[in-house]
C-alpha cells in the first residue's frame, strides 16, 4: 500500500506559476505508475498528467500540455506538478494518484490523496 499527501496549492493570478507536490508513504512508491486528476466544482474529476514507473515516458491531457510538467523522484518518494501559465480554467482541486497500471482512467487508480485547491483568479 501506499499513502500519498499533496501541498503547494493556494490562490494565484491568471499566467502565474504554482508547483505541486505529492508525498508517498509506503516501501513500494517506485512499483507505481503516478498520476495527478483534478476536479472542479459540480464537474466530474479528470486526468491531467501521468508518469511511468521510471520516469522514462509522461503523458498529458491536452488542455495542460505545454503548460504543466509532471516529474518524480523514488528516491525521495515524492512527485511534483510544475503548472505555468495558469489559466482561471485550471481552478480545481488537484489529487494525485496512484496505480500499478499505465492509466488515464481515474478507476484505474488504487490510492488517492486528500487533494490541493487550487485557485487561479482573472
Known amino acids: 500500500q501506499v499513502q500519498l499527501v499533496e501541498s503547494g496549492g493556494g490562490l494565484v493570478q491568471a499566467g502565474g506559476s504554482l508547483r505541486l507536490s505529492c508525498a508517498a508513504v509506503g516501501r513500494t512508491f517506485s512499483s507505481y505508475a503516478m498520476g495527478w486528476f483534478r476536479q472542479a466544482p459540480g464537474k466530474e474529476r479528470e486526468f491531467v498528467a501521468r508518469i511511468t514507473w521510471t520516469s522514462a515516458t509522461t503523458y498529458y491531457a491536452d488542455s495542460v500540455k505545454g503548460r504543466f510538467t509532471i516529474s518524480r523522484d523514488n528516491a525521495k518518494n515524492t512527485m511534483d506538478l510544475q503548472m505555468n501559465s495558469l489559466k482561471p480554467e485550471d481552478t480545481a482541486r488537484y489529487y494525485c494518484?496512484?496505480?500499478?497500471?499505465?492509466?488515464?482512467?481515474?478507476?484505474?487508480?488504487?490510492?488517492w490523496g486528500q487533494g490541493t485547491q487550487v485557485t487561479v483568479s482573472s
Open positions: 494518484a496512484a496505480t500499478r497500471y499505465l492509466a488515464t482512467e481515474a478507476r484505474r487508480y488504487d490510492y
